[in-house]
Nanobody, 126 residues
Framework: QVQLVESGGGLVQAGGSLRLSCVVS????????MGWFRQAPEKEREFVSA????????YYSDAVKGRFTISRENGKNTVYLQMNNLKPEDTAVYFC???????????????????WGQGTQVTVSS
């Protein structure tokens, strides 16, 4: 079945950068939109970024716009999240997600996504 595996999390100082990677495997993994969500302790899961199946459209939350960049390698079913100028409020577990049939505002709703990774911890120190 479909599996998503994130990597690249870690501890960085404020102002630093990290690049998260997510690899999708499994027979059902074709023409999927991919995205990133995050969840800090005692906070609601939050949309971060998404990219559609063709790579032609990207979406960002206001909190990360201008600092984070999402990209994908369609042939490898891999999505990246380049995170620059990190802030302490970016500290969270970051989850990779994949889904089909998504468009517009549906990207922002975590319940619309079909598959999820296990998460990778990002910690930004002051």
């Amino acid at each position: 079945q479909v599996q998503l595996v994130e990597s690249g999390g870690g501890l960085v100082q404020a102002g630093g950068s990290l690049r998260l990677s997510c690899v999708v495997s499994g027979r059902a993994g074709s023409r999927y939109s991919m995205g990133w969500f995050r969840q800090a302790p005692e906070k609601e899961r939050e949309f971060v970024s998404a990219i559609n199946w063709s790579g032609g459209s990207t979406y960002y939350s206001d909190a990360v716009k201008g600092r984070f960049t999402i990209s994908r390698e369609n042939g490898k079913n891999t999505v990246y999240l380049q995170m620059n100028n990190l802030k302490p409020e970016d500290t969270a577990v970051y989850f990779c997600a994949a889904g089909s049939g998504l468009y517009g505002r549906l990207y922002f709703d975590g319940t619309e996504w079909e598959y999820w990774g296990q998460g990778t911890q990002v910690t930004v120190s002051s």
